[in-house]
């Protein structure tokens, strides 16, 4: 089956630019995660969705972030406009309710915002 | 803030031996423990997961789960090159996933 797919895998653009991060979860599973990951704060949690809802985006930075989930089997992360601090991989993962919450993380997606 | 704690390393450790990593976490309420190895360049790989109190085995690989000390440990077993990456000690609160920072683990052959 295949995992997590994420896309594009490398984004580089420039300050001021919308920028969009597209995800579709393992078939089936009804949880999806956004993460972002720096050096300097690790893996952060951004947003999840339950059953395409998002629950819970305490960890959405600022109003220029913004997800979506119009279906199961996709979701968008967009930041507009974008900006230099922005740069960090972003990662996907999805989960399914009754598998001990165990995560799988797609490849996720290198921005860089210059 | 629920912290995760991790030595971010490097741990460098010979072929062979035995490689352990350790977490603390503040969440008292935390039921649910996992491990990810993250190589260079790419994503988190779930190789563990800890739901009990005690010892997990999984090949090489042992997690240990202490919830009165709140500790999470992960032995390595026969450690090889191949094992050198980053571990991820991760710790559900609710339905995300709380990570540390990740210890760096280096096997010199």
């Known amino acids: 089956d295949a995992g997590v797919i994420q896309s594009p895998r490398h984004e580089v653009t420039e300050m001021g630019q919308e920028v969009t991060l597209r995800c579709k979860p393992i078939?089936?599973?009804?949880?999806l995660f956004w993460y972002r990951q720096t050096m300097m704060r690790g893996l952060e949690l951004l947003i999840y969705?339950?059953?395409?809802?998002?629950?819970?985006d305490s960890g959405m930075p600022e109003d220029r972030f913004s997800a979506k989930m119009p279906n199961a089997s996709f979701s968008t992360l967009k930041i507009q406009p974008s900006e230099p601090r922005d740069s960090a991989v972003y990662f996907c993962a999805s989960t399914l309710t009754g598998a001990g919450h165990e995560q799988y993380f797609g490849p996720g997606t290198r921005l860089t915002v210059t | 803030q629920k912290e995760v704690e991790q030595n971010s390393g490097p741990l460098s450790v010979p072929e062979g031996a035995i490689a352990s990593l350790n977490c603390t976490y503040s969440d008292r309420g935390s039921q649910s423990f996992f491990w990810y190895r993250q190589y260079s360049g790419k994503s988190p790989e779930l190789i563990m997961s800890i739901y009990s109190n005690g010892d997990k085995e999984d090949g090489r690989f042992t997690a240990q789960l202490n919830k009165a000390s709140q500790y999470v440990s992960l032995l390595i077993r026969d450690s090889q090159p191949s094992d050198s990456a980053t571990y991820l000690c991760a710790v559900l609160s609710g339905y995300a996933l709380n990570f540390g920072k990740g210890t760096s683990l280096l096997v010199t052959p």
């Open positions: 078939s089936g599973h009804d949880y």
């Open positions: 969705f339950n059953n395409n809802v998002p629950i819970d």
